[in-house]
């Protein structure tokens, strides 16, 4: 059974950066496209960005375009998210999702294949 497990968040003044990876812990990562969400207290799960199984197509929420870089390294069978100039409405627990559909798919569903447990990213201002 596919796991995936997020590492990476903390506590962070805003302006900083942060990367966050997620390990796939099957041998079909590179058949997976990879996605990124946040939940923030209170809110619904929001996508932040996706990335084709190949890493040549990625797609970003406008909440991350120009401050985030979704990546990932099929020989360490890992995705990341680098996030740049940190905001405090950033604060949330970011989860990563694996699924065999387009990217497409993955920025505007939410009943995705496989979830992580999520790592917590706060943001203070």
């Known amino acids: 059974q596919v796991q995936l497990v997020e590492s990476g968040g903390g506590l962070v003044q805003a302006g900083g950066s942060l990367r966050l990876s997620c390990a796939h812990s099957?041998?079909?990562?590179?058949?997976?496209?990879m996605g990124w969400f946040r939940q923030a207290p209170g809110k619904e799960r929001e996508f932040v960005a996706a990335?084709?199984?190949?890493?040549?197509?990625?797609v970003y929420a406008d909440s991350a375009k120009g401050r985030f870089t979704i990546s990932r390294d099929n020989a360490k069978n890992t995705v990341y998210l680098q996030m740049n100039s940190l905001k405090s409405e950033d604060t949330a627990v970011y989860y990563c999702?694996?699924?065999?559909?387009?990217?497409?798919?993955?920025?505007?569903?939410?009943?995705?294949?496989?979830w992580g447990q999520g790592t917590l990213v706060t943001v203070s201002s």
């Open positions: 099957g041998r079909t990562f590179s058949s997976y496209a």
């Open positions: 999702a694996a699924d065999p559909r387009t990217i497409v798919i993955i920025s505007t569903i939410r009943d995705l294949e496989v």
């Open positions: 990335i084709s199984w190949n890493g040549d197509n990625t």
